[in-house]
């Protein structure tokens, strides 16, 4: 599947910065809105921050869909089984 990089956000890390900063995001805002009223499902729009082969961060549209679920057939339940114990 073709990567589609999310327009109008921008990730940073900063090594600086504690260890409690994961980084920060910029967002260009027109960019962004546009972006996001064209990938948007159901009023949501999920975004993935990846790390590239050359060390960079960018974010990428995530276009995962878990597949539908069958219906699994109800659960007979069988009579139950007689043991003999020694006890």
């Keep these: 599947m073709e990567k589609v ?3 109008g956000f921008l990730f940073k890390r900063n090594e600086k910065a504690p260890d409690f900063v994961v980084g920060s995001i ?4 027109e ?9 948007n ?9 990846k790390n590239s ?7 990428e549209l995530d276009t995962f869909e878990p597949k539908a679920q069958q219906q ?3 659960v007979t339940q069988s ?3 007689q043991a003999d114990l020694p006890f």
């Design 53 to 59: 082969q050359a060390g960079k961060y960018y974010i």
């Design 41 to 49: 499902k159901n009023g949501w729009v999920n975004l993935q921050v």
């Design 79 to 81: 009579e139950p089984v």
């Design 72 to 74: 699994q057939a109800p």
């Design 5 to 7: 990089f999310a327009d």
């Design 31 to 39: 960019e962004a809105i546009a972006f996001l009223k064209q990938h």
């Design 26 to 29: 910029s967002v260009k805002v």
